[in-house]
């Protein structure tokens, strides 16, 4: 009964892209595509080391259908789109243990990372997020999931990420609905966390 | 009004939101089947909302139009008449036969079809006449197809073939437990996911199962698993976002705000779109524990159980909805169990074991 009526689903993006120029409220400035901010400029102006925060970091399994948990250091930066742009710098980085797989494929760069204060982030990724693929659902989820639940866990102010590409909208990737953020599915993080 | 059941239905922006004359409509009754069915046709694009109240059927629209009544009223035990109400309305008034509404939307030209369920006491006497009528309909999905070949076996088993072959293997056993099987696809073709869910709402289907393959780059992944929909977004929100939506709607500026910044009308037509299958949860889970019990003990391999995900095809379908991953293509063992004719019926029979539980009839 409930149905669908008439609604472009560009929408989105559409909604999205104006607000991107910074005016509006609800849409804090982007951060550059991949860059580890090299200070938070915008929060401290002074000289003294920045301070470190541990984070952590989701993989896919090589033991199975989760997540594997990495602990990596970023800068303490408390500006949720520079915090969940260092995130994903160290996502796309790629695992550092054994028990880790790569989330995305290789080459694949973060574009832009805003992040809302409905607690919506969106993270708009190079077109190699969609190569080599095996067009399992089981890798779509753990891809997917990798980025929502590691953005979710670290920065407080990200409840729920949209995925884009190349500057798009999806509907999917093939079988996950990712026309709208997605909340984290704490299902998928293994227990047990691998340490750097 | 008084709302007793609000059926969210056809939330959206019509751009016929500022016209200033009233949209025509033409509405058009069929008793012939076993509902009666009412087709409204618009001659522009327009939201409406489906409301029922007692003793009525409301669409309520965002515009003004104006109704043209066709052949008539068909005074049936289901349907008594219709009519307008204010600008923005036509009512449906329901008789004693009455049960529930259900709708779908067609494009080209823009039509609601509203189905209105029920008996009709005059007509009960020929009903066994028709047995085949009331034949449930089970919708079956063989996921992907034309160039969206899917997973990939070593061996160059395609996902998009075998999906095709199990389900139409599946079609068989379940029409012997006396129930009507659709096909989302039954050839080689592109069909997008919300066409997928489409057919099985537009058959009244009960059962909605699509099927697919798996694959992963961890060779060593084995196993079926069965899934239903993790929706995202509680009742409690969905439900502030349609009292927001509605609200927007009394706005004359709903139009403007959807080419401006906020998306309100996009998060709400997923939101709904989700919430149709929030009431078959309970159903598709449970339905989903049997199906995966069943193939673990046809298959004998690994039981990777019952999950949920929010794919995107069982969002929307407004019966139980279940999405099986068969297997891993991908893994080379699994593949050659799938080339084995012998495999594939264990597998189907597996599935139609447990369907078969919510096939049978008193």
């Given at each position: 009964?409930?149905?669908?009526?008439?609604?472009?689903?560009?929408?989105?993006?559409?909604?999205?892209?104006?607000?991107?120029?910074?005016?509006?409220?609800?849409?804090?400035e982007p951060?550059?595509?991949?860059?580890?901010?090299?200070?938070?400029?915008?929060?401290?102006?002074?000289?003294?080391?920045?301070?470190k925060?541990s984070?952590?970091?989701?993989?896919?399994?090589?033991?199975?259908?989760?997540?594997?948990?990495?602990?990596?250091?970023?800068?303490?930066?408390?500006?949720?789109?520079d915090?969940?742009?260092?995130?994903?710098?160290?996502?796309?980085?790629?695992?550092?243990?054994?028990?880790?797989?790569?989330?995305?494929?290789?080459?694949?760069?973060?574009?832009?990372?805003?992040?809302?204060?409905?607690?919506n982030a969106?993270?708009?990724?190079?077109?190699?997020?969609?190569?080599?693929?095996?067009?399992?659902?089981?890798d779509?989820?753990?891809?997917?999931?990798?980025?929502?639940?590691?953005?979710?866990?670290?920065?407080?102010?990200?409840?729920?990420?949209?995925?884009?590409?190349?500057?798009?909208?999806?509907?999917?990737?093939g079988?996950?609905?990712?026309s709208?953020?997605?909340?984290?599915?704490?299902?998928?993080?293994?227990?047990?966390?691998?340490?750097? | 009004?008084?709302?007793?059941?609000?059926?969210?239905?056809?939330?959206?922006?019509?751009?016929?939101?500022f016209?200033?004359?009233?949209?025509?409509?033409?509405?058009?009754t069929?008793?012939?089947?076993?509902?009666?069915?009412?087709?409204?046709?618009?001659?522009?694009?327009?939201?409406?909302?489906?409301?029922?109240?007692?003793g009525?059927?409301?669409?309520v629209?965002?515009?003004?139009?104006?109704?043209?009544?066709?052949?008539?009223t068909?005074?049936?035990?289901?349907?008594k008449?219709?009519?307008?109400?204010g600008?923005?309305?036509?009512?449906?008034?329901?008789?004693?036969?009455?049960?529930?509404?259900?709708?779908?939307?067609?494009?080209?030209?823009?039509?609601?079809?509203?189905?209105?369920?029920?008996?009709?006491?005059?007509?009960?006497?020929?009903?066994?006449?028709?047995?085949?009528?009331?034949?449930?309909?089970?919708?079956?999905?063989?996921?992907?197809?034309?160039?969206?070949?899917?997973?990939?076996?070593?061996a160059?088993?395609?996902?998009k073939d075998?999906?095709?072959?199990?389900?139409?293997?599946?079609?068989?056993?379940?029409?012997?437990?006396?129930?009507?099987?659709?096909?989302?696809?039954?050839?080689?073709?592109?069909?997008?996911?919300?066409?997928?869910?489409?057919?099985?709402?537009?058959?009244?289907?009960?059962?909605?199962?699509?099927?697919?393959?798996n694959?992963?780059?961890?060779?060593?992944?084995?196993?079926?698993?069965?899934y239903?929909?993790?929706?995202?977004?509680?009742?409690?929100?969905a439900?502030?976002?349609a009292?927001?939506?509605?609200?927007?709607?009394?706005?004359?500026d709903?139009?403007?705000?959807?080419?401006?910044?906020?998306?309100?009308?996009?998060?709400?037509?997923?939101?709904?779109?989700?919430?149709?299958?929030?009431?078959?949860?309970?159903?598709s889970?449970?339905?989903?524990?049997?199906?995966?019990?069943?193939?673990?003990?046809?298959?004998?391999?690994?039981?990777?159980?019952?999950?949920?995900?929010?794919?995107?095809?069982?969002?929307?379908?407004t019966?139980?909805?279940?999405?099986?991953?068969?297997?891993?293509?991908?893994n080379?063992?699994?593949?050659?169990?799938?080339?084995?004719?012998?495999?594939?019926?264990?597998?189907?029979?597996?599935?139609?074991r447990?369907?078969?539980?919510?096939?049978?009839?008193?």
């Amino acid at each position: 009964m409930t149905r669908r009526f008439f609604v472009p689903p560009a929408f989105l993006l559409v909604a999205l892209l104006p607000a991107c120029g910074g005016q509006n409220k609800t849409a804090p400035e982007p951060v550059p595509a991949a860059t580890q901010p090299q200070g938070s400029a915008s929060q401290s102006q002074d000289a003294a080391p920045l301070a470190k925060a541990s984070v952590t970091i989701y993989f896919p399994s090589t033991a199975g259908d989760t997540l594997a948990a990495e602990t990596r250091e970023i800068v303490d930066t408390k500006r949720p789109a520079d915090r969940g742009a260092q995130i994903l710098a160290a996502l796309l980085d790629g695992p550092r243990t054994e028990g880790a797989l790569p989330a995305v494929p290789p080459g694949t760069t973060l574009r832009q990372l805003w992040v809302r204060d409905d607690g919506n982030a969106y993270a708009d990724f190079s077109e190699e997020l969609l190569g080599g693929a095996t067009g399992g659902s089981a890798d779509e989820i753990l891809t997917v999931y990798a980025i929502v639940d590691s953005l979710t866990e670290n920065v407080p102010a990200i409840r729920r990420v949209g995925i884009l590409v190349g500057g798009r909208e999806r509907a999917t990737f093939g079988h996950l609905d990712l026309s709208r953020p997605l909340p984290p599915d704490l299902t998928l993080a293994a227990t047990a966390k691998a340490t750097e | 009004m008084k709302t007793l059941r609000p059926l969210v239905f056809a939330f959206a922006i019509g751009t016929a939101a500022f016209a200033a004359d009233p949209i025509p409509v033409k509405v058009s009754t069929d008793t012939s089947g076993a509902s009666t069915r009412v087709v409204l046709t618009f001659a522009k694009k327009v939201a409406c909302a489906v409301v029922e109240d007692a003793g009525h059927v409301k669409i309520v629209c965002d515009a003004a139009i104006a109704p043209d009544p066709g052949s008539g009223t068909p005074d049936d035990a289901i349907l008594k008449s219709f009519g307008p109400e204010g600008d923005r309305t036509i009512v449906l008034s329901t008789g004693r036969g009455y049960r529930r509404v259900d709708t779908f939307e067609l494009k080209n030209p823009t039509r609601l079809v509203v189905d209105l369920q029920g008996t009709r006491t005059a007509k009960a006497a020929p009903a066994p006449a028709a047995p085949q009528k009331s034949l449930p309909v089970i919708v079956l999905d063989p996921g992907h197809g034309g160039v969206e070949v899917g997973a990939l076996g070593p061996a160059g088993l395609q996902e998009k073939d075998l999906t095709l072959d199990l389900a139409r293997r599946l079609k068989v056993l379940l029409e012997r437990q006396g129930v009507t099987v659709v096909l989302t696809r039954d050839e080689d073709r592109v069909l997008p996911l919300d066409d997928r869910t489409a057919i099985a709402n537009h058959n009244r289907a009960i059962l909605f199962i699509s099927i697919h393959l798996n694959a992963s780059k961890r060779k060593s992944a084995i196993g079926a698993e069965t899934y239903f929909l993790a929706t995202a977004a509680t009742d409690a929100e969905a439900r502030t976002l349609a009292g927001l939506e509605n609200k927007a709607y009394e706005s004359p500026d709903t139009a403007a705000a959807a080419s401006s910044t906020t998306p309100p009308d996009h998060g709400l037509e997923l939101i709904l779109w989700d919430l149709a299958q929030n009431s078959f949860l309970v159903e598709s889970s449970k339905l989903a524990e049997a199906i995966q019990a069943e193939l673990n003990t046809a298959t004998g391999v690994r039981d990777r159980g019952v999950r949920q995900a929010p794919f995107r095809v069982l969002m929307g379908a407004t019966m139980p909805a279940l999405l099986i991953e068969a297997g891993f293509i991908s893994n080379p063992e699994e593949e050659a169990r799938f080339k084995d004719d012998a495999y594939k019926d264990k597998v189907a029979e597996a599935i139609a074991r447990a369907v078969a539980s919510i096939t049978a009839r008193p």
